[in-house]
């Protein structure tokens, strides 16, 4: 019998982040079934397992439309278990992938929601952009991880000051 992949969502970590109170990917390290994990973002120093898993197609990346390269088709991410996500402010994402030459041959999906962002702890959010834990938990929704979802939506929620 085959063994099935385990879904993995990568979040590539402006060292910045990992101080600040208002992170949101922080959120879902502990509490995602060991899915998400952090890799600490270095210019000249890429993951060495990031950098095989896009030379190798296996990973997409995650990424504002708006923002996107001069790669115009959008991947579907239902074909990849591997599912990489930019955790900075809008600025520093801008940056990672703009110094990281890997990033833009990764394939690139964008998320399509109705929704604005809920987030409500950091100024300068664009509109129709979402926070790092919000990108989580709808990658979540639409690989049908619904029950850590509602419970990474429930921790983001406290820490929003929601509930």
Known sequence: MEQCKKMKIFLLTHERELHRGTNTGSLAIDDSNEIVERLLWERVNPNKELTRLIEKNEAV?????????????????????????????????????????????????????????????????????????ECIIEVLKIKGQNKIASELLAKFEKFNGYT
């Open 61 to 133: 990346l995650l990424y504002s439309k708006g923002e996107s390269s001069e790669n115009e088709s959008l991947a579907v991410i239902e074909e990849y278990e591997n599912i990489i996500i930019i955790d900075g402010t809008w600025q520093e994402s801008k940056k990672i992938f703009n110094q990281s030459a890997y990033l833009k041959n990764a394939p690139q999906f964008t998320l399509k929601t109705d929704n604005d962002s809920l987030y409500k702890l950091r100024a300068n959010q664009p509109k129709g952009g979402l926070c790092t834990i």
